[in-house]
Nanobody
Framework: QVQLVESGGGLVQAGGSLRLSCVAS????????MGWDRRAPGKQRELVAT???????DYADTVKGRFTISRDNAKNTVYLQMNSLRSEDTAVYYC?????????WGPGTVVTVSS
């Protein structure tokens, strides 16, 4: 079983920045990949960013150039640095990870961007 716990959400003005953190209960080396997705009110869940064991990353077009995913292996933590935030980034952000064929998600952290 893998537990993921997010933190760092909050209220920020448009144009501001936030950094989300996700701590895993296992070594992140044991996970195929980790990432962040989000669900905005009335919208479907959107995959935001992914980081693989190799360190390669992927981003949704909507956040490219503004968001950066990174990890600290020693702390079993993945981060999402979010800059130049927009009102449309308002959502619940979920950390996710895959080990072998099973996906895991954290409970989510709320990000609200005021315009």
């Amino acid at each position: 079983q893998v537990q993921l716990v997010e933190s760092g959400g909050g209220l920020v003005q448009a144009g501001g920045s936030l950094r989300l953190s996700c701590v895993a209960s296992v070594s992140i080396f044991s996970l195929n990949y980790m990432g962040w997705d989000r669900r905005a009110p009335g919208k479907q869940r959107e995959l935001v960013a992914t980081i693989r064991g190799s360190g390669s990353t992927d981003y949704a077009d909507t956040v490219k150039g503004r968001f950066t995913i990174s990890r600290d292996n020693a702390k079993n933590t993945v981060y999402l640095q979010m800059n130049s935030l927009r009102s449309e980034d308002t959502a619940v952000y979920y950390c996710n990870g895959r080990r072998i064929v099973t996906d895991y998600w954290g409970p989510g952290t709320v990000v609200t961007v005021s315009s």
